[in-house]
């Protein structure tokens, strides 16, 4: 089993002791969101702080960054871990998209898939000096040695994207190396929708669905004490309502039991009460979308969940402070071994 730590990129003074930490705790790797720091910064020092970590983005916003820029800058990044960078994509949604990064936002997904094919395309062309990809979005036909990184001696990053609807479940099968699951993909809807699209799209390529990495974050409730355990069931609470709240991912809660629980999120949402949003989850969709357990079972708990889904998790929640961080090292190795 391969267990990440999920963290926020941090200033870039501190994430060579973030990165440490993790490695000396006992993760695999660390997956690094993007917000208001980019993801790719934090990932090139951590990548000299921590050699033999796996690092990888979970995930980058692509469309912003030309599939050109974002190959480069992954190449670098695969080179400086000796061959251990997953470069993760996401395509964000329309507002951020168009109101903050100031580009266009025209069929994702189909664009998302030409973007990961264009990325492709610019990996081979630093091997070969030829760059040559015509698709519907990105057309890119002209490389010379000066603006090429050139060859490395590792193969290319594996390329992974966030997909939560069918349509975008298959098309990482078809085209990508790896599928980032959303944090409140509970196993039902893994099995559901996820195993059987990526399935297809990897058919419809004749590629094997077992090339196509799940990575898969488990958001947890641990503690020895019920009083432990409560503030961090809130927190949880939270989160559950925050993913709640975005229309394209209430068929996920509808399936799971809990039909409804979008609109009635959302119209807290609209009055700017978000105590009452986090009221709508209740302790049936915490027990659903995440795992609570004692420190001493919780790598139990999670084999128990994930052992026939995937072999890659992220810990969701486990960066809140160095001591917990090692407390969910310790079973992050317990389940690597």
């Known amino acids: 089993m391969h267990i990440d730590a999920m963290t926020f990129p941090a200033p870039l003074g501190e994430i060579g002791a973030i990165a440490r930490q993790a490695q000396s705790a006992g993760f695999s790797g660390l997956l690094f969101t993007e917000a208001g720091r980019t993801a790719y910064l934090n990932a090139a020092v951590a990548s000299q702080a921590a050699p ?32 251990r960078f997953r470069l993760g994509l996401g395509t964000q949604v329309r507002t951020h998209v168009v109101r903050r990064y100031g580009v ?35 057309n890119l036909d002209f490389i010379t040695p000066q ?16 997909a939560v609807n069918p349509w975008m479940l298959r098309m990482a ?11 409140i993909g509970e196993p039902g809807y893994i099995a559901r929708h ?55 991912y209430a068929f996920i809660l ?19 009460d978000f105590a009452g949003m986090a009221a709508q989850i209740t302790d049936e969709h915490v027990a659903a979308f995440a795992t609570e ?22 810990f969701y929640n ?7 961080l090692e407390r969910y090292g310790e079973v992050a190795r317990r389940m690597r071994r």
């Open 52 to 83: 033999g970590l796996d690092l990888s983005t979970g995930v980058a916003v692509a469309f912003p960054r030309s599939p050109f820029v974002t190959a480069v800058t992954a190449w670098e990044l695969q080179e400086a871990t000796g061959g």
């Open 104 to 138: 266009t936002f025209e069929r994702p997904g189909p664009r998302l898939r030409d973007y990961v094919l264009a990325v492709k395309a610019c990996f081979s062309a630093f091997r070969t000096g030829t760059l040559d990809h015509h698709g519907e979005f990105y």
């Open 147 to 162: 603006w090429s990184p050139g060859p490395i001696d590792v193969p290319d990053p594996k390329v992974d994207i966030s």
């Open 173 to 183: 099968g078809e085209v990508a190396d790896g599928v980032h699951i959303h944090p």
């Open 194 to 248: 996820v195993l059987p699209n990526v399935a297809a799209g990897a058919e419809k390529a004749g590629r094997s669905s077992s090339d196509i990495a799940l990575i898969v974050p488990v958001m947890t409730i641990v503690g020895d004490s019920d009083e432990e355990r409560a503030k961090e069931r809130e927190s949880v609470r939270a989160s559950i309502a925050f993913y709640s709240s975005t229309p394209n």
């Open 254 to 272: 509808d399936e799971a039991g809990f039909e409804g629980t979008t609109a009635r999120v959302r119209q807290q949402q609209k009055a700017g």
């Open 293 to 314: 357990s004692t420190w001493d079972g919780l790598a139990d708990a999670l084999a128990k969940k994930y052992d026939a889904i995937t072999e890659r998790l992220v």
């Open 318 to 324: 486990a960066r809140t402070d160095p001591e917990r």
